[in-house]
């Protein structure tokens, strides 16, 4: 053979093999079946660990395992789980299928025709699984208890019930009996008149459902029918629970279960709500409303305490109670809970609101919302905060033992501190009023601080017109506030009403990043210890510690600064509310230089560290979890390229992956992520992070897009899963269709945000175009929100430099959106501009020239780049009509714009189908304008009115 003919040979058996080794890009079918792990848990004794897996889109699984990998349980469509204290346990809620729910709303099914959760308890030792279906909710023994309680959920089925108050059918039957003959005897000697007609009788509603109680210990249950609400006690195996009424009764009456007995301990109320127990459950309160008439249009509860040992069940609050304000009432919307001691009620209490006048006919009502100039708040916030603030309610404290009430909190206070959880010795609040209003301006308010004595309900003020933030110690006795303006960091004393500035910190313990006009935050207090005998707090990089009765800091970790460390107390107890000194400190350690992280412990006394608990590498570890009574710990671990898998540790050399998700992910053509470095405009050295194709040839020539918002090089080792975009571009997704994507940090001068973008953004898009391998014809932005203001301005800034452009929320006059409001929250908007994201720091009067010149509107005439502008029509964070202006000014001068509104959907969209719509036109649009591909029909015709919900036009 010659060597011509061998060297066409090898070319053509070569072929095949590099055709089946390339591997596909995304497309748009593939988001549904990829999967994430979430809620991470581990049992006390560390033997057990457990995880859910879902897809997008379907059903999820949950796995229940050994430390080393072994599966005991798959529940399919398993989530909301719990291993039971020290105990083999596990329980779990069970969705119907995706199907099934699927199949419902299109049959458009009542709730109670739905199909419903199914609640699992799984025995871990035998092992042994039991299903209970139609479940609306669970609750457990949180501690030494063996209970576990499950209300039903209410079905059209007609289910036999048991007659209340233990009345068996037997003597109501009996009864009937004997009336029909006293009828039978009265006939048979006065006749037929003597019997009256029969009145028809009343029949009521049903209220309340089955609810079982099971004790894991023994195996018994009891049922509880037309019950409506319940508690369970931490220990001791006692319940409580609400019971409503069949259709023969109006009433509720309370049932309390204990050593696996039910007894009614209050019946015949009108209304009853809100059951809470003690930790020990041998006490219990709940609201009565005993004696309303059933015509009433408002319910006045008295606070009920059921006592077992002395089994009574009497009112020991009212609002007629010594203490209680003059019109107040006792508020239904907030649980009488007890403290730790048992010795105290924590109360909510609420003003008694006019009624509406239901004289006056509807038609006849004028409905008109009155703005007033000094009001606390403004009137839209008060309109978005109406159902809220209808069921507002106020602290009080009211000691059982004393029969002693006092009101903690009123309207005065927007803030209250029950230190101790209601135990403590002192108490605290922040007032704002009187300078509610500066929320408009500032984003929040000053506070003026007080001190609240729990036993006389003396209130001292400690500090005038505080901006900062505070907490308590312990017990109360010390309360440290950081003043934002003097940048100090103070405690005051409530023994000896003592007020000092500490310091000897040497390093700000301030935000040294801060880039909005307002004055810099706080790192953060990370806690008191539990004798109040010093206080832990951060500067950006270390942990320092001081004693608030001499004002003496120590820094207690010296690695941080040094090595570029930021140092973080990871709290893997959420009960634990103090620092506990003398055991090892877990923290996140987070490499502000390479951007990954781990998970180690340190001694809080020498500040080193003691044990690594996760690896580091180029990864980022998350979602760690500990075992309460041992050293095993689970974990999430993840990178760009790396799903967050769930791993196991007990020490730092050995770590168990548990779960294998998106392996699927093999046959795709994925990516990587890398940390880009560049010098800006304005002189500063800054990061970003560079996507590229995992078939990236640095010879060839790749379309780019930018995507920004302000700093994100934290994220380079997270996981993009490809997923239908809420707004942000779907960066895995562009990657592995080709594109390289660049994400740059962008660090803000008061008052030209819109240089600032082009000063840090451009300046890395034109770093990266002297490497070679960007096609500086194919330039794309995107961005959202904050994004997409940017994106505006750049279009106005480099009228030639993009290629295509695509803007989400956009404001483009920061005149009119100064003065527009926020829907999601009824705020103004005024504080975005003179404080804090949008950066001018001056209002509009002060200074009108900064709202020119960072406005793209005064400069669209000078846009040459095609655009998308997506401005929804019931946006709560930016006014859709800023998009409206962009595009129909745009439009005047003759630019080639298009504008989506989804219609009904948020700032950012939350419907799955419209995320999966804007992907696909994100995708279209893109390709045309950087790959060259055929344009969509919606780009180059749209789709009419008359055409919508005909044609989608892709």
Known sequence: MSNRFKCLFSLLTCIPILIF???????????????????????????????????????????????????????????????????????????????????????????EDSPHDSLAIINLNEPFISIHPNIQSYK??????????????????????????????????????????????????????????????????????????????NKDSVVIPFATDYEISDKDNKAIAIVGHDKTDSTYS???????????????????KNPSLNKMGDQATFLVDKDSTEKALRNFYAVYLFNSDKDITSPILTRAHDGMYKNWMISEFANATFSPSGKNLIIGTAPILPLKDTTLPEFERVHLDIWQYNE????????????????????????????????????????????????????YALSDKGNRIE?????????????????????????????????????????????????TLNVYNAESTQKKVLTGIKFPIYDEDNDVPAEPNLYGLMGWTKNDSAFYIYDKYDIWTVNPSNGKANQVTNFGRNNKIIVR??????????????????????????????????DLKSGKIIDSVTPLGAYKVANIQKAKNSADYIF????????????????????????????????????????????????????????KPEDFDPKKKYPMISYFYERNNETLYNYLAPAPTPSRLNISYFVSRGYVVFVPDIWYTTGHPGLSAYNFIVSGIRSILKLGYVDSTKLGIQGQSWGGYQTAYLITKVPNLFAAAWAGAPVVNMFSAYGGIRWESGMNRQFQYEKTQSRIGKTIWEDPKLYVENSPLFNLPKVKTPVVIMSNDADGAVPWYQGI???????????????????????????????????IREQQFFDWLLKGEKPATWITSGVPALMKDKTMGL
């Open 254 to 272: 309370v049932a309390y279960f204990s050593n696996g007995k039910i007894k009614t301990i209050l019946n015949n109320a009108l209304s009853i």
């Open 569 to 602: 107390y990871e709290n893997l107890d959420p009960n634990k509310e103090y620092i506990n000194t003398q055991k090892p400190l877990p923290v996140e350690l987070y490499y502000d230089v390479t951007k990954n992280n781990q998970y180690a412990t340190i």
């Open 21 to 111: 080794a390339q591997k596909k890009p995304l497309n748009n079918t593939v988001y549904d079946s990829w999967q994430n792990t979430s809620n991470l848990s581990i049992s006390e004794n560390g033997h057990f660990v457990s995880y859910e897996v879902n897809p997008q889109e379907g059903d999820g699984i949950l796995y229940i395992q050994t430390p080393k990998g072994d599966t005991l349980f798959k529940i399919a469509r398993g989530y909301d789980g719990a291993f039971l204290n020290n105990k083999a346990f596990f329980i779990c809620k069970i969705k119907p299928t995706y199907q099934q729910i699927r199949t419902a709303k299109i049959e458009k099914k009542t709730p």
């Open 439 to 487: 929320k408009q301006w500032l984003g929040q308010t000053h506070t003026d601080l007080y001190s609240i004595n729990p036993v006389t309900g003396q209130k001292t003020k400690i500090f005038n017109s505080l901006l900062g933030m505070g907490r308590p110690s312990y017990t109360g006795k010390y309360f440290v506030f950081y003043d934002e303006f003097a940048k």
């Open 885 to 919: 202006e962009m595009f129909t000014d745009l439009r005047r001068l003759g630019k080639k714009v298009w504008l989506l509104n989804y219609n009904g959907e948020a700032h950012n969209l939350m419907q799955r189908k419209n995320r999966k719509d804007i992907s």
């Open 376 to 427: 606390d708040d403004l009137h839209s916030s008060q309109l978005y905060n109406l159902a809220k603030d209808a069921k507002k309610n106020y602290k009080a404290i009211y000691n059982i033992e004393q029969d002693k009430f006092i009101q903690i909190e009123d309207s005065t206070f927007n803030r209250v501190f029950l230190t101790k959880k209601g135990d403590g010795q002192y108490f």
């Open 636 to 691: 999430t671990k993840q990178n760009y390229q790396t799903s967050p898998n769930v791993y196991y540790t007990a020490r730092a050399d050995n770590f168990i992956q548990l779960s294998n998700i998106n392996q699927q992910q093999s046959e795709y053509n994925w990516g990587s992520a890398e940390l880009y470095k560049w010098k800006s405009y304005t002189g500063k050295l800054t990061e970003g992070i560079i996507y």
């Open 140 to 217: 457990y023994s949180k501690k030494q208890g063996a209970l576990v309680a499950f209300l039903a959920e209410k079905t059209k089925a007609k289910a036999e019930h048991a007659p209340k108050d233990s009345v068996s059918r037997i003597q109501i039957l009996q009864k009937e009996i004997d009336s029909l003959q006293n009828n039978l005897t009265n006939i048979q000697t006065k006749g037929f008149t003597a019997i009256k007609p029969a009145k028809k009788p009343k029949i009521f509603k049903e209220v309340g459902t089955a609810l079982t109680i099971v004790n894991l210990e």
